[in-house]
Structures are given as C-alpha cells and as structure tokens.
C-alpha cells in the first residue's frame, strides 16, 4: 500500500486529472485515458473537520482527536487524522502539512503500523 506511507496516488497523462488512492482508468476518458502513478503534495488546506469525543475500538485512548478533509494543493481530498494541533488553530482553511505517524500497534505480535497524518502549520 504505497499510498499509506507516501501519498502515492494516481494522474491521468489525457485530461491531467489526478486521484488518492490510486486508480486503474480515468473516470473522465474512460479506456482513452493513460493512468501513470503520481506522488500527491504534502501540503493541504481543511476542508471540513469533525472533532471526535468517543473514538472507535482502538483509539479510545486517543479521544478526543480531530478528523479531517483535507484538499491538497492539487484539488484532491482525503480524509485524515489530524494529530500535534492544538483545538484553537484547528478551522477551515488552515494550512496543513503531511507528517509521519503511529497508526496501530498490535500488542500480541509487536508490530507497530505507521501512516500519514496531516497537523496544522502556520
């Protein structure tokens, strides 16, 4: 899953049209369209958040946690975790930045996932 660890997604070389995740064909050309992978930028804006007070099993223990749409500097939206904000600077429109995290950790094995989060900058 390269899109997990670098924001791999995916753009289409007849219309320029990029998509997160990866896709196999362009919905705009259909079979014209030449899919090629294409890494997406770091760097975003909030695009709409929710604050969550009552996090699924798992992350309880993180709660409360602010969610996020994010629309990266190309158009596309993704949804992410936004971690290292403080509740204050958390609002639409702020500039945010793609950083490295701790997604989950399976404590019978010892293995430990890691993910993209965005936070706020600026």
């Known amino acids: 899953m390269p899109e997990r660890?670098?924001?791999v997604g995916s753009?289409?070389?007849?219309?320029?049209?990029?998509?997160?995740?990866?896709r196999k064909f362009c919905p705009h050309c259909r079979r014209k369209g030449k899919i090629v992978k294409h890494d997406m930028p770091t760097e975003g804006k909030i695009f709409s958040f929710t604050e969550v007070s009552s996090g699924p099993e798992?992350?309880?223990?993180?709660?409360p946690y602010f969610m996020a749409i994010v629309e990266l500097k190309n158009?596309?939206?993704?949804?992410?975790?936004?971690?290292d904000s403080?509740?204050?600077t958390v609002k639409i429109g702020a500039p945010v930045q793609l950083v490295f995290r701790r997604i989950?950790?399976?404590?019978?094995e010892g293995a430990i996932a890691y993910g993209y989060k965005f936070k706020v900058v600026g």
Not at 11 to 22: A, D, G, R
Request: contains cysteine; negative net charge.
């Open 5 to 7: 660890y670098r924001l």
């Open 11 to 22: 753009k289409c070389l007849t219309c320029h049209s990029e998509f997160f995740p990866q």
């Open 58 to 63: 798992g992350f309880e223990h993180q709660t």
């Open 75 to 83: 158009g596309v939206r993704l949804m992410s975790q936004l971690v």
């Open 86 to 88: 403080p509740k204050g």
């Open 104 to 108: 989950a950790e399976d404590e019978h």
